[in-house]
């Protein structure tokens, strides 16, 4: 007989996507999106209500707005978020970086990582089902404007199985026009975390011929997102995100994710409702027959599972997998299965929490959930590096200087019994504000400091050159190489940086 997820498919729209259920038997060993003969299965899953569905939403409601809303916000007149590759600005939180700060930047990124694979490890994929983008944008608005359009499940996939027809066209292209339109969205403030609001909105009120790369770039990325989120979809989840096959190495059987229990809910099979736990109806009766002999038809079977094979937590998945058969890869820990599920076991008048989080092991001995000493020492470790991250970023200095000698010069005999140095000085202004520097020599009794040139006032952000002579007194000098030391001074004429170099004499 053939299985029940292969019976239809003839009339569909588009030939490379096939209109199949998801092969999900044996699903740990093949992807259940992909037919046999390698085409793709396209998925309707089923729209899901439910606490964490709620409160899903409710998070994705806030990231989404603080996505569109940051490129707009501005703190002294300076964005809140900038990733200007071209002229190499940097903002994060209200806070410039420059090129000078890449030391940063990379125990940033090594901390970064770290703390991902912690929080994996720990935690599972619980940023992609909650805050990765990738589901934000798939599962709440485009999904959602999705079923607005084409209905939920069975009316999508009788619209794609029908042939063309007004009805069709119609909702296509309303859907289409509108996935369009919220990519072209999408596409602008991309561009406007990557060259700031101003820029951006000079592009959009100018001629647009005067800005011809910059309207390719919003262009080209409008597409990319049309076609994540209009086809490729779960793909980029299964197969595309590098995050994603990671998972088989940072999971262990501790690891919490989104599981079924198997030791509660096996034997599955449906059941009688309100009748005694442990009595069921095999499944070869007709669907929707209760009784087909009578109530006392119903056959009294050893123990039998909390799982009525419903499939529910099948046809929510949006990765078209069956939690039912272990722990996957491309489960993207969403919760829609366990919503649906919680819904049947309140119906059944048994306990919620038949798919829950929980980790492997948790499951096979039949253990609740508990925070343990691992996940302690875990959380601990990822705050640990989260603290060391913001210490870095915030005991930066606001103003960075390099000192150094002139290259090529050992030292002059100034007028005046004097004898000088050259020295170059590179400042970087960190800050959004201008910044007058200023040095004062620290360790050497009556020595003078003497710019070349005026003193330097620097723009917010810029990096600036200056030289200066140091000039000691030829009896002070009591070793041929003296160290030198020189406050960095603040506005307020108070050191906030120490800097230090070397000063040649004559041999004595
Ligand atoms: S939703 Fe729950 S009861 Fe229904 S098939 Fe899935 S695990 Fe079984
Ligand atoms: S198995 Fe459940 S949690 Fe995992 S992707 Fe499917 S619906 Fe989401």
Known sequence: MKPPNQTRTSTTQNS???????RTENSRDHLTTVTETGKRIWLYPKATTGRFTRYRAALAWVLLGLLFGLPWLEVQGHPVFLFNLLERRFIFFGVEFFPQDFHLVAIGLLSFMVFIMGFTVLYGRVWCGW????TVFMEFVFRKI???IEGDHHARRRLDAAPWSGETILKKTAKHGLFFLVSFAIANTFLAYFIGKEALLGIMTDNPFRHFGALSAMLIFTAVFYAVFAYLREIVCTVICPYGRLQGVLFDKKTIQVAYDSLRGEPRGRRLRNTDHGMRIENTFPKNTLYPHGPQSAIALPKSGDCVDCTLCVQVCPTGIDIRNGSQMECIGCTACMDACDEVMVKIQRPTGLIRYASTEGIEQGKPLRVTSRTLAYSAVLL???????YLLLTRA?????LLRAPGLTYQQAPGGMVSNLYTVEFVNKTTQPRLVRLRLVNQPGARLEWVGASLTLAPGEVTKGTFFVKIPYNALTERVLTLKLDVLGADGQPIDQVSTKFLGPVR
């Open 398 to 402: 606001p103003l960075e200087t390099t």
């Open 16 to 22: 490379s996507i096939q209109h199949l259920r998801p």
């Open 384 to 390: 640990g590096l989260l603290g060391v991250l913001a």
């Open 146 to 148: 999705e079923v607005f």
């Open 131 to 134: 805050a990765c983008p990738q």
